[in-house]
């Protein structure tokens, strides 16, 4: 009954270190998505897959890489962190388009850059 | 552009009462829309949806209503209980289950 997997729950980062982090979704959902939210400004697109080896940009998608070779699997990926990339990270997965179709969240990475 | 907006940062209503949290948004390519709840340090949590073509869809103390013509939505909650208070967000969806986020409302239900 794991739902969404985010890995880690934490993390604090130099300036221009990257890292990676996790997302697993057991339900066999086709869609997966990041967002980021930030104090006053909800959540914000990153961005998304509608299936393996599919993705494409958010909304805020400079700074990020995504790739997914497995339906289970959506890491996002920062290649040189930066202050602004400080803020609280969700994984979402959502089993298909349209509708009245809700995503459902993992916990999230709260990620500090210094 | 914010194509959704929540334009009440708080909401503080008494248990037993109505709590209604309202939204607005720009966007007509909005298929459905969404309320979700969230407490801290949790991922949100789905609560209620509404297809763009209907106005009105209920699920036990939660209903939320759709005024296309007005670009609104409004989610009522009767009656409030203390474990509602929680962030809200509203969001409306397209393909692919990509959703565009109000910025949150602050609910506080006292005893």
């Known amino acids: 009954n794991a739902g969404v997997t985010q890995t880690p729950k934490f993390q604090v980062l130099k300036t221009g270190q990257s890292m990676t982090l996790q997302c697993a979704q057991d339900m066999n959902h086709e869609y997966m998505s990041w967002y980021r939210q930030d104090p006053g400004m909800g959540l914000r697109l990153i961005h998304y897959s509608v299936g393996a080896g599919i993705t494409d940009q958010g909304e805020v998608p400079n700074g990020y890489n995504v790739s997914r070779s497995t339906t289970e699997d959506f890491p996002l990926r920062l290649l040189s962190a930066a202050p602004s990339q400080t803020s609280v990270y969700f994984c979402?997965?959502?089993?298909?388009?349209?509708?009245?179709?809700?995503?459902?969240f993992g916990q999230g990475t709260r990620l500090t850059v210094v | 552009d914010q194509q959704v907006k929540q334009n009440s940062p708080s909401l503080s209503v008494q248990e037993g009462r109505i709590s209604i949290l309202n939204c607005d948004y720009t966007n007509s390519m909005f298929d459905y829309f969404l309320w979700y709840k969230k407490y801290p340090a949790e991922g949100p949590t789905f609560l209620i949806s509404?297809?763009?073509?209907?106005d009105k869809n209920e699920d036990g103390r939660f209903t939320v209503f759709l005024n296309k013509s007005a670009k609104h939505l409004s989610l009522h909650i009767v009656p409030s209980q203390p474990g509602d208070s929680a962030v809200y967000f509203c969001?409306?969806?397209?393909?692919?289950?990509?959703?565009?986020f109000g910025q949150g409302t602050i609910l506080t239900v006292h005893p």
């Open positions: 979402a997965s959502c089993p298909a388009a349209g509708g009245n179709t809700e995503a459902f």
């Open positions: 509404i297809s763009s073509i209907k």
């Open positions: 969001a409306g969806g397209t393909s692919y289950g990509k959703l565009t």
